[in-house]
């Protein structure tokens, strides 16, 4: 796998949507000389509307920027729909009349800006955007068929099943079944805890409840056997990870 030189910045996915061109184009151009000022770079997407934004809405946005006034699908419709199936995406909502943006609260948004933008106010709210990001790092992945993904938050991951060349990924609202290995997400999930207590389990050692003789007892009460030749390494595991996070 080819690499990326460490001064090459990673580029950020932000989707800018609002129904007046002019407001497009503007705050496209902030978006533009905050990137080149502070060494970012950002793959801006433009929707004229909600609607046009949820269409084959995949999680692959690390900011949206939604206008809260827009006829059909408004900025705040679309942001509900979004937030399910996406828990990460920054949002950020842009209006004309603050009385607008207090219910951005219910689908955490970050906070809103008052049009007409300026500079400033972009910059300051990109910068808490960059922070909350570089939090986030790492810290949810993207879940099932290449069609259909959905991000999700990598502490509500219990654990991953492969059974039948097919993978169910159970989460502490659900399950998303699809095809994939259980390899490609052990890869993705050991450097967050996570441990492959057999053949068909990577289970989520934050999620693990108890260890009942040869059987894991996760968080949402499923058994599951544990290897004999993996019991060793996993309550290894298990002793770094409580170690890892004592304060």
């Known amino acids: 796998?080819?690499?990326?030189?460490?001064?090459?910045?990673?580029?950020?996915?932000i989707g800018v949507v609002d129904d007046d061109p002019q407001e497009l184009a503007h705050l496209t151009a902030l978006l533009?000389?905050?990137?080149?000022?502070?060494?970012?770079?950002?793959?801006?997407?433009?929707?004229?509307?909600?609607?046009?934004?949820?269409?084959?809405?995949?999680?692959?946005?690390?900011i949206l920027i939604l206008d809260?006034?827009?006829?059909?699908?408004?900025?705040m419709r679309a942001a509900t729909a979004i937030r399910k199936v996406d828990s990460s995406v920054v949002l950020i909502f842009a209006t004309k009349t603050a009385q607008y943006a207090v219910s951005g609260y219910a689908v955490q948004a970050q906070s809103y800006l008052l049009k007409p933008i300026s500079s400033f106010a972009l910059s300051t709210e990109l910068?808490?955007?960059?922070t909350q990001l570089d939090r986030m790092?790492?810290?949810?992945?993207?879940?099932?068929a290449r069609a259909n993904l959905r991000r999700v938050d990598v502490a509500d991951i219990i654990y991953v099943e492969s059974k039948r060349?097919?993978?169910?990924?159970?989460?502490?609202?659900?399950?998303?079944?699809?095809?994939?290995?259980?390899?490609?997400?052990?890869?993705?999930?050991?450097?967050?805890?996570?441990?492959?207590?057999n053949s068909s389990y990577l289970i989520n050692l934050r999620n693990l409840a108890a260890i009942d003789g040869d059987d894991t007892r996760m968080s949402n009460?499923?058994?599951?056997?544990?290897?004999?030749?993996?019991?060793?390494?996993l309550l290894e595991a298990l002793a770094a990870h409580i170690g890892g996070n004592l304060p």
């Not at 796998?1 to 996915?13: K, W």
């Not at 490609?184 to 492959?196: A, K």
């Open 127 to 130: 910068d808490r955007a960059m």
């Open 1 to 13: 796998m080819p690499t990326a030189s460490a001064s090459v910045p990673r580029a950020l996915s």
């Open 32 to 62: 533009d000389r905050y990137a080149q000022e502070h060494g970012h770079n950002f793959r801006i997407t433009q929707f004229d509307d909600g609607a046009a934004l949820l269409v084959d809405y995949a999680p692959i946005y690390d």
């Open 68 to 75: 809260i006034q827009m006829p059909g699908i408004d900025g």
């Open 221 to 233: 009460g499923h058994l599951l056997k544990i290897s004999r030749a993996r019991k060793k390494g």
């Open 137 to 144: 790092q790492r810290a949810s992945i993207l879940v099932g």
């Open 165 to 197: 060349h097919k993978l169910t990924v159970h989460l502490t609202d659900g399950e998303i079944e699809f095809n994939a290995t259980l390899k490609e997400y052990e890869d993705m999930l050991l450097p967050h805890d996570f441990y492959r207590s």
